[in-house]
């Protein structure tokens, strides 16, 4: 199955590792694998583990929303995020 792209991520906060997401195809929750795609070519999957708004733990994220996303390594400002 081809990875589509479902948002991308507006902002990192290095110091807690924590990307914020904008979802603009589909939704997400928590056990789903993500791909994110940083313009620079990198790249990495991992599962999604933690997804808070405005720091109230959320299991599902739905088209449309803004909410951080727990991450495994750095990401970068407008990096692609793809299910």
């Known amino acids: 199955m081809a990875d589509k792209k479902i ?5 990192y906060y290095d110091k807690i590792a924590v990307a914020v997401v904008k979802l603009t195809g589909g939704d997400l929750k ?3 694998t993500v791909k994110l795609i ?9 599962e999604i583990t933690s997804m808070q708004i405005e720091h109230a ?3 599902i994220a739905k088209k ?7 991450v495994e390594k750095e990401v970068k400002t407008g990096s692609e995020v793809t299910k």
Do not use: P, T
């Open 7 to 11: 948002g991308k991520v507006n902002h």
């Open 30 to 32: 928590i056990g789903d």
């Open 38 to 46: 940083g313009k620079d070519g990198s790249e990495f999957s991992q």
């Open 57 to 59: 733990n959320i299991e």
């Open 64 to 70: 449309g929303d803004e909410f951080g996303l727990k």
